[in-house]
């Protein structure tokens, strides 16, 4: 069965941090971009960062310099730190494979051949 597992998210004060990471069974994420999205409660999906098969990276502006996207593809798992977070953070957090396409300087999920079913995190004192 082929399927993406998100893991690492929950409840972290502002400021603090959380490691995601997104693992994959049935298939290697070694040819696939990693995608990471996100969506609140009554907002739109938002593309949050991308890591492509060869490394380069993509951040959406209200993460950059914040979040670090990374992949171990031995472990073929791929990780989001995310550091200084912000009540604003607060969503469920998906990972997709596929392509990073990236549109007027915004992540969309144009190419995703596969999704994960999401991880809460809550950005909250």
């Known amino acids: 069965q082929l399927q993406l597992v998100e893991s690492g998210g929950g409840l972290v004060q502002p400021g603090g941090s959380l490691r995601l990471s997104c693992a994959a069974s049935g298939f290697t994420l070694d040819n696939y971009a990693i995608n990471w999205f996100r969506q609140a409660p009554g907002k739109e999906r938002e593309g949050v960062s991308c890591?492509?098969?060869?490394?380069?990276?993509y951040y959406a502006d209200s993460v950059k310099g914040r979040f670090t996207i990374s992949r171990d593809n031995a472990k073929n798992t791929v990780y989001l730190q995310m550091n200084s977070l912000k009540p604003e953070d607060t969503s469920v957090y998906y990972c997709a494979a596929g392509a990073c396409t990236i549109v007027g300087g915004k992540l969309l999920p144009y190419g995703v051949h596969y999704w994960g079913k999401g991880t809460l995190v809550t950005v909250s004192s």
């Open positions: 890591i492509s098969s060869m490394y380069s990276t």
